[in-house]
């Protein structure tokens, strides 16, 4: 015949059934990358350092108020620090003396919304000139009963009267 073919009839010849003689590797790969991530996730987790023992203080800690640092400003113009009230040319120098004592902190400055912007931005460049650095202004989310879930739509303002 002029092509061969090589046709084994199952009886033991040679030419049937011959063992692999490449390796899958394919489960392999799957395993060392599932071990891979293992480690990279897990390696952070396991570096320990050299074990020490840290020395004991009595000095108290800085920047831990143990009340959250609030500047209001009332409807009616008045400004209170925490529960305390206080005249506007007295703000700046108890504002430095609380962060003389409890450290730098956050200030969350409220201010009631009849307010004009122009007090608020006052106020806001009084507690910078006290020292402290960050200053937070603390707003009230709209109620969940507006529709959309968003915003509140603002009301249509009234045209203003001319004499």
Do not use: C, H, W
Not at 22 to 38: A, K, S, Y
């Amino acid at each position: 015949m002029g092509m061969s073919a090589n046709v084994s009839s199952g009886d033991g010849e040679e030419g049937g059934y011959r063992p692999m003689a490449e390796i899958n590797i394919t489960p392999f790969v799957d395993v060392m990358l599932v071990l891979l991530i293992i480690f990279m996730v897990a390696a952070p987790l396991m570096v320990t350092g050299v074990p020490i023992e840290l020395p004991k203080t009595t000095a108290a800690k800085l920047g831990q108020s143990k009340k959250p640092m609030v500047v209001t400003l009332t409807a009616d113009g008045k400004l209170q620090i925490r529960n305390d009230f206080v005249t506007r040319e007295a703000l700046v120098d108890k504002l430095r003396e609380i962060r003389a004592t409890e450290g730098d902190a956050v200030v969350y400055v409220r201010a009631d919304k009849k307010n004009p912007y122009g007090e608020v931005m006052d106020l806001l460049g009084q507690v910078g000139q006290s020292g402290f650095a960050r200053v937070s202004l603390l707003s009230q989310q709209p109620s969940a009963g507006t529709a959309g879930g968003g915003p509140a739509p603002a009301a249509p303002a009234a045209p203003a009267a001319t004499p």
